[in-house]
């Protein structure tokens, strides 16, 4: 299969993954408009394939910036329609990505696992610290996020 068959592969595969989560997100009662999340998502994964494809990303990283994308996509379009990040979609996230960034550094080089466990770690204590001192001002949901993004940046 040539590159753009598998940047076409993976964009179906994020629009099928984006209709899974918006019907996920209408069985945990934050339903979001149809085709939002699909287009979203399967535009984002063909453009991962195609950073791949042109060697600008290397395939052993490829499942984090999926995943990320697919989160992103998800946690944007609830937020969006209902104000609020479910812990369903937020707290999952944490052994995803600490599972990825583990699978990634073995196949391939991000060496630096304790490093990005450490940025999470602090990320998530200084949204702790605002949403404590603040709580209109920084939401629950953002806290419980930041550390997966504190945890995904300090890997790169």
Same mark, same amino acid.
């Given at each position: 299969? %040539? ?6 592969? #993976?964009?179906?595969g ?10 996920a997100?209408?069985?945990?009662g ?6 939002? *999340?699909? @287009?979203?998502? %399967?535009?984002?994964? /063909?453009?991962?394939? #195609? ?5 600008g ?10 995943a990320?994308g ?5 946690? *944007?379009?609830?937020d ?9 979609v *937020? #707290?999952?996230?944490?052994p995803? @990505? ?17 490093r990005?466990?450490?940025?999470? /770690? ?8 605002v ?7 920084? %939401? ?9 993004v %504190?945890?995904?940046?300090?890997? @790169?």
């Amino acid at each position: 299969m %040539g590159d753009w068959g598998a940047c076409a592969l #993976l964009g179906i595969g994020g629009a099928g993954a984006g209709w899974g989560a918006r019907a996920a997100l209408a069985r945990l009662g934050c339903p979001v408009r149809a085709g939002v *999340t699909e @287009v979203a998502v %399967g535009v984002m994964w /063909a453009v991962v394939a #195609l950073r791949v494809a042109a060697g600008g990303l290397p395939w052993w990283w490829a499942p984090v910036p999926v995943a990320v994308g697919w989160l992103a996509v998800v946690l *944007t379009t609830t937020d969006l329609a209902q104000r609020r990040l479910p812990n369903a979609v *937020t #707290l999952p996230a944490y052994p995803v @990505v600490l599972g990825l960034l583990a699978v990634a550094g073995a196949a391939g080089g991000v060496g630096a696992f304790g490093r990005a466990v450490s940025a999470g /770690a602090v990320l998530l204590a200084l949204y702790s610290a605002v949403h404590l001192a603040a709580p209109s001002q920084l %939401g629950a949901g953002d806290v419980k996020l930041a550390g997966v993004v %504190g945890t995904v940046l300090g890997a @790169v």
